[in-house]
Protein backbone atom coordinates (compact mmCIF):
# COMPACT_ATOMS: atom_id res chain seq x y z
CA UNK A 1 0.00 0.00 0.00
CA UNK A 2 1.61 3.24 -0.95
CA UNK A 3 -1.26 5.86 0.32
CA UNK A 4 -2.67 6.46 3.91
CA UNK A 5 -6.47 6.34 2.46
CA UNK A 6 -5.89 2.84 1.39
CA UNK A 7 -5.54 1.40 4.72
CA UNK A 8 -8.73 0.20 6.64
CA UNK A 9 -9.03 -0.98 9.96
CA UNK A 10 -11.76 -2.87 12.60
CA UNK A 11 -13.40 -0.36 15.29
CA UNK A 12 -13.59 -2.34 18.94
CA UNK A 13 -17.09 -2.58 17.89
CA UNK A 14 -16.51 -4.43 14.60
CA UNK A 15 -17.49 -1.52 12.45
CA UNK A 16 -14.90 -1.49 9.37
CA UNK A 17 -12.65 2.54 9.47
CA UNK A 18 -12.52 2.88 6.03
CA UNK A 19 -9.36 6.02 5.81
CA UNK A 20 -10.73 7.02 2.32
CA UNK A 21 -12.71 8.88 4.73
CA UNK A 22 -10.45 10.76 5.86
CA UNK A 23 -9.29 12.73 3.07
CA UNK A 24 -8.91 16.22 3.86
CA UNK A 25 -8.87 15.66 7.43
CA UNK A 26 -6.16 16.35 9.71
CA UNK A 27 -5.41 12.99 11.49
CA UNK A 28 -3.87 12.05 14.73
CA UNK A 29 -2.93 8.31 15.04
CA UNK A 30 -1.88 6.61 18.59
CA UNK A 31 -1.01 3.20 19.55
CA UNK A 32 -2.34 3.42 23.04
CA UNK A 33 -2.35 0.88 26.00
CA UNK A 34 -4.93 1.24 28.74
CA UNK A 35 -2.60 0.22 31.64
CA UNK A 36 0.26 2.11 30.29
CA UNK A 37 1.89 4.85 32.51
CA UNK A 38 1.29 7.06 29.79
CA UNK A 39 -2.32 6.10 29.20
CA UNK A 40 -3.26 9.55 31.41
CA UNK A 41 -2.63 11.40 27.95
CA UNK A 42 -5.79 9.84 26.83
CA UNK A 43 -7.57 12.81 28.54
CA UNK A 44 -5.45 15.08 26.49
CA UNK A 45 -6.13 13.21 23.53
CA UNK A 46 -9.94 13.27 24.01
CA UNK A 47 -9.89 17.31 24.40
CA UNK A 48 -7.95 18.03 21.52
CA UNK A 49 -10.57 15.38 20.01
CA UNK A 50 -13.48 17.93 21.01
CA UNK A 51 -12.05 21.03 20.71
CA UNK A 52 -10.89 20.92 16.40
CA UNK A 53 -13.11 18.03 15.59
CA UNK A 54 -15.54 20.28 14.13
CA UNK A 55 -12.89 22.24 11.54
CA UNK A 56 -11.69 18.46 10.21
CA UNK A 57 -9.65 17.15 12.90
CA UNK A 58 -9.59 13.15 14.15
CA UNK A 59 -8.04 11.51 16.78
CA UNK A 60 -7.64 7.46 15.82
CA UNK A 61 -6.44 5.33 18.90
CA UNK A 62 -4.81 1.34 18.26
CA UNK A 63 -4.50 -0.06 21.34
CA UNK A 64 -1.51 -2.62 21.51
CA UNK A 65 -0.45 -5.28 24.01
CA UNK A 66 3.02 -5.29 22.62
CA UNK A 67 4.30 -4.03 25.28
CA UNK A 68 2.83 -5.81 27.94
CA UNK A 69 0.26 -3.06 28.75
CA UNK A 70 -3.25 -3.51 27.67
CA UNK A 71 -6.56 -4.99 29.08
CA UNK A 72 -7.79 -8.91 28.89
CA UNK A 73 -9.93 -7.70 25.31
CA UNK A 74 -10.79 -5.49 23.53
CA UNK A 75 -14.35 -4.42 25.34
CA UNK A 76 -12.68 -4.28 28.66
CA UNK A 77 -9.59 -1.83 26.89
CA UNK A 78 -13.25 0.16 25.07
CA UNK A 79 -15.30 0.01 28.87
CA UNK A 80 -11.90 1.18 30.75
CA UNK A 81 -10.99 4.04 28.48
CA UNK A 82 -14.45 5.68 28.32
CA UNK A 83 -15.24 5.32 32.09
CA UNK A 84 -11.86 6.34 33.34
CA UNK A 85 -10.74 8.80 30.36
CA UNK A 86 -13.59 9.84 28.80
CA UNK A 87 -12.62 8.45 25.11
CA UNK A 88 -15.15 9.18 22.60
CA UNK A 89 -13.20 9.31 19.43
CA UNK A 90 -12.79 5.88 17.70
CA UNK A 91 -10.70 3.13 18.53
CA UNK A 92 -9.07 0.02 16.90
CA UNK A 93 -9.46 -3.31 17.71
CA UNK A 94 -5.69 -4.53 19.15
CA UNK A 95 -2.77 -4.26 16.58
CA UNK A 96 0.94 -4.90 16.72
CA UNK A 97 2.88 -2.34 15.88
CA UNK A 98 6.55 -3.98 15.31
CA UNK A 99 7.41 -7.06 13.65
CA UNK A 100 5.94 -10.68 12.96
CA UNK A 101 2.32 -9.72 12.55
CA UNK A 102 2.61 -6.14 12.04
CA UNK A 103 -0.52 -3.71 11.09
CA UNK A 104 0.19 -2.63 7.70
CA UNK A 105 -0.70 0.77 9.21
CA UNK A 106 2.32 1.11 11.44
CA UNK A 107 4.80 -0.05 8.85
CA UNK A 108 3.24 2.57 6.26
CA UNK A 109 3.77 5.50 8.65
CA UNK A 110 7.06 4.09 10.28
CA UNK A 111 8.72 4.42 6.95
CA UNK A 112 6.44 7.50 6.08
CA UNK A 113 8.08 9.49 8.86
CA UNK A 114 11.02 8.27 8.30
CA UNK A 115 11.85 6.77 11.57
CA UNK A 116 12.04 2.90 12.53
CA UNK A 117 10.66 0.93 15.22
CA UNK A 118 7.90 1.76 17.96
CA UNK A 119 10.20 1.91 20.83
CA UNK A 120 6.77 2.52 23.39
CA UNK A 121 2.91 3.09 24.24
CA UNK A 122 1.25 6.60 22.70
CA UNK A 123 3.75 7.25 19.83
CA UNK A 124 1.38 9.75 17.55
CA UNK A 125 1.91 10.76 14.39
CA UNK A 126 0.09 13.68 13.27
CA UNK A 127 -1.16 13.62 9.59
CA UNK A 128 -2.21 16.19 7.51
CA UNK A 129 -4.76 17.08 5.34
CA UNK A 130 -2.99 15.90 2.45
CA UNK A 131 -2.59 12.43 4.17
CA UNK A 132 1.02 13.01 4.27
CA UNK A 133 2.52 12.48 7.89
CA UNK A 134 3.75 16.14 8.89
CA UNK A 135 5.21 14.53 12.13
CA UNK A 136 6.26 11.61 14.85
CA UNK A 137 5.72 12.47 18.41
CA UNK A 138 7.59 10.95 21.28
CA UNK A 139 5.69 8.88 23.68
CA UNK A 140 6.32 11.33 26.46
CA UNK A 141 5.17 13.81 24.33
CA UNK A 142 1.94 15.58 25.61
CA UNK A 143 -1.00 16.15 23.86
CA UNK A 144 -1.11 19.72 24.39
CA UNK A 145 2.31 20.04 23.19
CA UNK A 146 0.94 18.99 20.30
CA UNK A 147 -1.49 21.48 19.76
CA UNK A 148 0.59 24.38 17.55
CA UNK A 149 1.02 21.44 14.79
CA UNK A 150 -2.66 20.74 15.11
CA UNK A 151 -3.78 24.16 14.69
CA UNK A 152 -1.25 24.12 11.44
CA UNK A 153 -2.35 21.32 10.00
CA UNK A 154 -5.86 22.74 10.22
CA UNK A 155 -5.00 26.12 8.40
CA UNK A 156 -4.06 24.27 5.21
Not at 11 to 26: L, P, S
Not at 108 to 131: P, V
Request: charged residues 25%; proline residues 4%.
Amino acid sequence: MTALYEFKETEMNGFTIDFNDYQGKVLLIVNTASKCGFAPQLVGLEELYKKYHDQGFEVLGLPTNQFHQELGSDKETSDYCQMHYGVTFPMTQRIIVNGEGEDPLFTYLKDASGHGRIKWNFTKFLIGRDGQVIERFAPITKPEKIEPAIIEALKE
